[in-house]
Nanobody, 122 residues
Framework: QVQLVESGGGLVQPGGSLTLSCAAS????????MGWYRQAPGKQRVLVAT???????YYADSIKGRFAISRDSAKNTTYLLMNSLNPEDTAIYYC????????????????WGRGTQVTVSS
């Protein structure tokens, strides 16, 4: 299996910045994509940004120009730099990866972290 551990969430004032990190570990053979989703209170989980093994990125329209996703393939880690945060960005942010496992012929599969809370408030 794959374990994803997020860090970097917290409370920030409007206009502030945060950087989230997500480290993947486990029986990983190949990581195809890593990304971030978020779920605000009372709403569905939605895609924020992804980065694939070729460093191609995708961003949701709501965060374009404010957030930047990157990765360190040697560490199986992805980062989400969040700038110009506003209260609408308040949510639990979940790390996601699509990966195949060593010795497992089926897949790739989706794996999720437990989430990290980001609260934007004055």
């Amino acid at each position: 299996q794959v374990q994803l551990v997020e860090s970097g969430g917290g409370l920030v004032q409007p206009g502030g910045s945060l950087t989230l990190s997500c480290a993947a570990s486990g029986n990983i053979f190949r990581i195809y994509t890593m990304g971030w989703y978020r779920q605000a209170p009372g709403k569905q989980r939605v895609l924020v940004a992804t980065i694939n093994e070729n460093d191609r990125t995708y961003y949701a329209d709501s965060i374009k120009g404010r957030f930047a996703i990157s990765r360190d393939s040697a560490k199986n880690t992805t980062y989400l730099l969040m700038n110009s945060l506003n209260p609408e960005d308040t949510a639990i942010y979940y790390c996601n990866t699509v990966a195949s496992l060593r010795g497992v012929l089926t897949g790739p599969n989706n794996f999720w972290g437990r989430g990290t809370q980001v609260t934007v408030s004055s």
